[in-house]
């Protein structure tokens, strides 16, 4: 088993995200929540593209987004 530090699932998901998703104004958009420390919007960013199919997760992915929610989002 793998442990990630908690300030390493940023840079993990943005990643991810970026791998997947070709808009690049959401990508814009989410970094700077994420640099804004607005990480409740972050949040949502990540949510919508998770539930409008853009960004299909891996386990892995879940699990970050999960460590996300409640050490910074929540």
């Known amino acids: 088993m793998v442990v990630v ?3 390493n ?3 993990l998901l943005v990643e991810s995200v970026k791998s997947q ?3 690049s ?3 814009k958009e989410l970094t700077e ?3 804004q420390k607005k990480y409740r919007q ?3 960013i990540f949510n919508n593209l998770k539930e409008s199919g853009k960004w299909v997760l891996n386990e892995s ?3 970050h987004l999960e460590e ?3 050490e910074y989002a929540n």
Do not use: H, S, Y
Request: aromatic share 16%; charged share 30%.
């Open 5 to 7: 530090e908690m300030n």
């Open 9 to 11: 699932i940023i840079p």
């Open 21 to 23: 998703v070709q808009d």
């Open 25 to 27: 104004q959401i990508i």
């Open 33 to 35: 929540k994420l640099e």
């Open 42 to 44: 972050a949040f949502l």
């Open 61 to 63: 992915d879940e699990k």
């Open 68 to 70: 996300f929610w409640w």
